[in-house]
């Protein structure tokens, strides 16, 4: 049995047992904060391109109303961060996490959310907000995935057909779109004519994705609208990349936090690291350019003896089952998930 399927059925006997409403209630999970953390919502197929990524907008609802009917206590992050070190959380504390503000949290996440009156903070890198182009890594995979069942041709890409039939070929694809960007040193608007040259290369409408803005950041007027209503806007890198060496990193922060408070009136404090990814220098880094928080994609609750530069998260995905995502609220989950080690980071401190 796959790991994921030996974990439901532990769960699913944890919660036919009744153990999910003792650990939920405990003292035990009060001192502990679960950080949820999303990406996209369809507003097509994504969910069925890349389901880590993106889940339909009916499983998002699912989420929020399970959320809603265990009396989860669905805290802004700020709030949650300081209670935590404070010793002073609610039951079943939850904070909401979207990285890097794709422009359909705008159209599917935030009316879910606003229905059900829980806040939720996005992590957004501003080097491609504002631009009226997808994201060029998710784009070129999901123009391929949109291809699938093909042998193509491309000499631009490979002098070989792309191989568009198997998950290999499409993985070996996408490679090889990135490393003739990688290769060429493309500019911004050189991926996006990349992107487009490609996609009429495989017979995709192009046209539509980018009309149905697919895969594409916030505008700046959509976050200051998503900011007066209440959503918290935090760094997540300007250009989605964390670089090895203090200059380059120190700017990346500063250029993002400068254009989120441009848009939102406000310096951000909490951060993300993007793709999960961190080193041992990032932790005293961000200390000295005054980020309170940071969130890694480490499995975990969070307690008091974390660091809170080193906040665990769970990330949900299409293939969460119920008892899974009921599994994190009450904690039980925490119980039986591997964890990726940070110790090498915490030992920067």
Same mark, same amino acid.
């Given at each position: 049995?796959r790991?994921?399927?030996?974990k439901?059925v532990?769960?699913?006997v944890g919660r036919?047992?009744?153990g999910?409403?003792?650990?939920?209630?405990?003292r035990?999970?009060?001192?502990?904060?679960?950080i949820?953390?999303y990406?996209?919502?369809?507003?097509?197929?994504?969910?069925?391109?890349?389901g880590?990524?993106?889940?339909?907008?009916?499983?998002?609802?699912?989420?929020?109303?399970?959320?809603k009917?265990?009396?989860?206590?669905v805290?802004?992050?700020?709030e949650a961060?300081?209670r935590?070190?404070a010793d002073d959380?609610?039951?079943?504390?939850?904070?909401?996490?979207?990285?890097?503000?794709?422009?359909?949290?705008?159209?599917r996440a935030?009316?879910?959310?606003a229905?059900?009156?829980f806040p939720?903070?996005?992590?957004?890198?501003?080097?491609?907000?504002?631009?009226?182009?997808p994201?060029?890594g998710?784009?070129c995979?999901y123009?391929?995935?949109?291809?699938r069942?093909?042998?193509v041709?491309?000499p631009?890409?490979?002098?070989?057909?792309l191989?568009?039939?198997?998950?290999?070929?499409?993985?070996?694809a996408?490679?090889a779109?990135?490393?003739?960007?990688?290769?060429d040193n493309?500019?911004l608007?050189?991926k996006?004519?990349l992107?487009?040259?490609?996609?009429?290369?495989?017979?995709?409408?192009?046209?539509?994705? *980018?009309? =149905?803005?697919?895969?594409?950041i +916030?505008? @700046?007027?959509? !976050?200051?609208r998503? /900011? %007066?209503?209440?959503v918290? #806007?935090?760094?997540?890198?300007?250009?989605?990349?964390?670089?090895?060496?203090?200059?380059?990193f120190k700017?990346?922060?500063?250029?993002?936090?400068?254009r989120?408070?441009?848009?939102?009136?406000?310096?951000?404090?909490?951060?993300?690291?993007?793709?999960g990814?961190y080193?041992?220098?990032?932790?005293?880094?961000?200390?000295?350019?005054g980020?309170v928080?940071?969130?890694t994609?480490?499995p975990g609750? *969070?307690? =008091?003896?974390?660091s809170?530069? +080193?906040? @665990?998260?769970? !990330?949900?995905?299409s /293939? %969460?089952?119920?008892?899974? #995502?009921?599994?994190?609220?009450?904690?039980a989950?925490?119980?039986?998930t591997?964890?990726?080690?940070?110790?090498h980071?915490?030992?920067?401190?």
């Open positions: 049995m790991m994921r399927s030996i439901n532990c769960l699913q036919s047992a009744g999910f409403p003792v650990i939920g209630g405990s035990w999970r009060r001192r502990r904060l679960l949820l953390c990406h996209g919502i369809s507003l097509e197929d994504e969910h069925v391109w890349d880590s990524l993106y889940l339909s907008p009916a499983l998002l609802a699912d989420r929020l109303r399970l959320l009917s265990l009396d989860a206590h805290l802004p992050l700020t961060v300081e935590l070190y959380l609610p039951p079943r504390s939850v904070a909401i996490t979207f990285d890097d503000g794709y422009h359909d949290f705008s159209e935030f009316p879910l959310l229905d059900h009156g939720a903070t996005v992590y957004l890198p501003t080097a491609n907000c504002g631009r009226e182009a994201v060029f998710p784009a995979s123009i391929l995935w949109r291809a069942g093909k042998s041709s491309v631009e890409i490979d002098k070989d057909a191989e568009l039939r198997t998950a290999a070929g499409l993985k070996a996408v490679k779109v990135r490393a003739v960007a990688r290769r493309l500019s608007a050189d996006n004519a992107l487009r040259r490609l996609a009429a290369a495989v017979g995709v409408d192009y046209g539509r994705i *980018a009309d =149905r803005r697919l895969l594409q +916030m505008n @700046p007027s959509e !976050v200051q998503l /900011s %007066a209503e209440g918290d #806007f935090e760094l997540h890198t300007h250009r989605h990349r964390t670089p090895l060496e203090y200059g380059a700017e990346e922060i500063e250029t993002n936090r400068a989120l408070h441009e848009m939102i009136g406000r310096a951000a404090q909490h951060f993300c690291y993007p793709d990814d080193a041992p220098q990032f932790v005293p880094w961000l200390g000295e350019l980020v928080s940071a969130t994609c480490d609750l *969070a307690t =008091r003896a974390t809170p530069l +080193m906040l @665990p998260r769970f !990330v949900d995905t /293939s %969460a089952s119920p008892s899974e #995502f009921e599994g994190w609220i009450c904690g989950a925490s119980f039986i591997p964890r990726r080690s940070y110790a980071a915490v030992a920067a401190l």
